[in-house]
């Protein structure tokens, strides 16, 4: 998969979160975020319905963007 690089600005405390995660698992800090943000997209549930392959890919999409909608909710809650 190609990266991109990109510059954000965080907050302190995650950044520092960040940091301690990486140094805990071995990976580094923009593994860590990358795989933050992939689960907070829920990317993990769009691997699984096409690991599953017997669903269109538009339905797979349509499901993955209805759980990160209801996660989106539960967040703000």
């Keep these: ?7 954000l600005t965080i ?3 995650v950044l520092r979160a960040v ?5 805990r698992t071995g990976k580094g800090e923009s ?3 990358e ?3 992939r689960r907070d997209l829920g ?7 096409w690991a599953r392959n017997d669903m269109a890919e538009d339905e797979a999409m ?6 990160q909608q209801a996660a989106r909710k539960n967040a703000d809650r």
């Design 35 to 37: 795989e933050a943000v």
């Design 43 to 49: 990317f993990h549930l769009l691997e699984r319905l």
């Design 62 to 67: 349509s499901l993955a963007i209805e759980a």
């Design 31 to 33: 593994e860590v975020i």
């Design 11 to 13: 907050d302190e405390e």
């Design 1 to 7: 998969m190609a990266k991109t690089r990109t510059t």
């Design 19 to 23: 940091k301690v995660r990486a140094a």
